[in-house]
């Protein structure tokens, strides 16, 4: 009998649940460890690192030559100082808040810690908003729901088409790079430069809890973005929840290398405010999980190694692909990684098993791969995956301080929150928040999950899907998206990126193929001048989605499981059509909107063909 296998050991809390059945059906959970006490305002924390290790780096950056540029806990701190006390003397507020356009960056960071020293709320926004839309519709929402009173943009000439479009005259621009601003514009220097004065400190000292802390925007995807109110408390107290669920993170100042966007509540929270509250490193990754962007991220794991690496599942499958062949790379990654988290879709099995194949090759043992589930209401952690060895589809137990209520529907478990890290609502958006929480008051997250082993409540819950991406065929049979969807991942890696499922008000279920074009320019051998179109309509790449097909419709056990027909997609989803979030996950209920005359084009071919339509 093979002996188990051997994972890097790290601290994980205990596996505890506490299930209180109501007679109607209802279930409320929660974790029976209280949640400890927890910072009134994570600037308690910058001040702290400060006294305590002034000369440690707090962030990292390249610079133009490549060189790394730090910011020490010490140096953070006297630009949150002054920052803040140039916020106040703009007399900015919750009314008048700060607007960060630009992604992640050193300026971005302590713009940041200056909003919050001054209690001036600021909001990161997706800079796809700006620099891959064309009609700026989500971003004059944007303008037009927080009437901003000023307006970050580090690069100002690369920024101001949306900037001309959107921003009115009246409200002051600050960028690190002014030319070609075409309109009067501060400096990110200039800003920084302000001297701090007591009334900073006082301002600080005002702040608490209840403070307003960001407003993160929800990805928009069926209608306008919503501003989530992030709160003071909804951030520590979530941060504390990690701290208890994770308490290795106190063995070692955390040292991360992440890409993942601020705007977003993963990179922005959760990321960000692990390394904040434990005093840590955080080396900011231009790289990003494309062709093009991951040779960057490849360059600085190669120099820089994670304690914690954290990405999405399309980032984790370009790195287990380079950890395979590049030595440097996987000597240096797995010299002091202790975990590795996915969040944002589900991981691939097949991407899952190569990290352990990989990590027992440099080391002789697995690195844990982990996840859980949240929101950005939730700011945004709910559940964690407490086990060494988790599989494919698993979110955990929820975290101590919060209560999971589980509401039946219809055949699906939909999963709603109470706790302190919860939002308060959205902002100017008072119907909203009311339709968002229940008569209890909790928030109705739409998220469904299932039990992994109903006789046994400590393995923890599955993942099971949207429950407005569900849907009836036209026998009255309900359909669960996402275990197909996950089905369809792990049965088509690695050259099927992700799928939606057809198949509402029909008689039979259909597939979209989103297909992984770099993969499928390897299978087909195309050459560099070979179109996408070209590529996707490639006997090899035919016979393979062709043959998925035929996997998945032998797999299925009744019209509710079984795919009979399939679609590649030669356009890909739209950012501005709301079929993509910033992040790169799909939404389901977009994409059939907005592609239903391929919908017709799917149902009047035959079954069991996969077709792959003119661009």
Not at 331 to 342: E, L, V
Not at 429 to 446: H, I, L, M, N, V
Not at 492 to 517: C, K, W
């Amino acid at each position: 009998m093979a002996s188990p296998p051997r994972y890097r050991r790290i601290k994980l809390s205990e596996k505890r649940i506490d299930v209180k059945p109501h007679e109607n059906g209802t279930l409320y959970v929660s974790n029976p460890e209280p949640l400890e006490a927890y910072p009134e305002r994570l600037t308690d924390r910058l001040l702290h690192w400060a006294q305590t290790t002034p000369d440690r780096s707090y962030m990292a950056m390249r610079d133009q030559g490549g060189d790394w540029r730090h910011i020490t806990y010490a140096q953070a701190l006297q630009y949150a100082r002054n920052i803040g006390q140039a916020l106040l003397n703009r007399n900015l507020s919750v009314d008048r808040p700060v607007v960060i356009l630009s992604g992640n960056d050193l300026e971005h960071a302590m713009l940041a810690l200056g909003c919050q020293f001054a209690g001036v709320p600021h909001a990161p926004i997706s800079p796809a908003y700006s620099l891959v839309s064309k009609d700026y519709d989500k971003l004059r929402h944007v303008f037009e729901l927080l009437t901003p009173g000023l307006v970050f943009a580090a690069d100002a000439q690369a920024f101001r088409p949306a900037l001309d479009a959107v921003m009115p005259d009246d409200v002051e621009l600050v960028a690190t790079r002014l030319e070609d601003a075409g309109r009067e514009c501060t400096s990110f220097t200039a800003l920084a430069a302000t001297k701090a004065t007591p009334a900073i400190d006082a301002a600080r000292a005002a702040t608490g809890p209840d403070t307003i802390f960001k407003f993160l925007f929800t990805s928009g995807s069926t209608s306008m973005p919503k501003a989530v109110i992030n709160t003071q408390r909804m951030i520590c107290s979530n941060l504390q929840m990690m701290a208890q669920s994770w308490p290795f993170i106190k063995e070692e100042p955390p040292v991360l290398v992440d890409w993942l966007p601020w705007n977003h509540t993963f990179g922005g929270n959760h990321n960000v405010g692990l390394v904040l509250l434990n005093g840590g490193t955080l080396y900011i990754d231009e790289g990003k999980p494309t062709d093009q962007g991951i040779a960057t991220t490849l360059r600085n794991l190669r120099e820089i190694a994670p304690t914690i690496y954290f990405n999405v599942p399309i980032g984790w499958e370009k790195i287990a692909n380079a950890l395979e062949t590049d030595d440097v790379l996987r000597a240096n990654y797995y010299s002091r990684i202790k975990m590795q988290f996915y969040s944002g879709a589900a991981l691939a099995q097949p991407v899952w098993d190569k990290l352990h194949e990989t990590a027992e090759k440099e080391c002789g043992e697995r690195i844990v791969m982990t996840t859980g589930l949240g929101m950005t209401e939730t700011a945004p952690s709910a559940f964690f995956v407490l086990d060494h060895e988790a599989r494919a589809g698993q979110i955990g137990l929820p975290v101590p301080g919060m209560t999971i209520k589980i509401i039946p529907n219809d055949d699906k478990l939909e999963v709603r929150y109470i706790g302190p890290n919860v939002t308060p609502g959205y902002w100017r958006a008072p119907e909203q928040t009311a339709s968002a929480f229940d008569e209890e008051g909790y928030f109705c997250s739409g998220d469904a999950i299932k039990w992994q082993d109903p006789n046994d409540a400590t393995q923890g819950f599955l993942f099971d899907g949207r429950v407005a991406e569900d849907f009836k065929l036209d026998t009255g049979t309900w359909v669960s998206v996402g275990p197909l969807r996950g089905l369809a991942a792990r049965e088509g890696a690695p050259y099927l990126q992700d799928s939606v499922i057809t198949g509402h008000n029909r008689r039979e279920l259909g597939m979209f193929i989103v297909p992984n074009l770099q993969q499928c320019r390897r299978l087909a051998g195309a050459q560099e001048h070979t179109s996408d179109t070209e590529v996707l309509a490639h006997p090899s790449v035919h016979a393979f989605f062709q043959q998925l097909l035929d996997r998945l419709h032998a797999q299925g056990t009744g019209s509710a499981t079984r795919i009979t027909r399939a679609l590649v997609l030669t356009e890909p989803p739209s950012l501005d059509k709301g079929e993509i979030t910033d992040k790169g996950s799909i939404n389901q209920r977009a994409v059939l909107s907005h592609r239903a005359p391929l919908i017709d084009e799917l149902y009047s071919g035959t079954s069991l063909k996969v077709l792959v339509p003119s661009p």
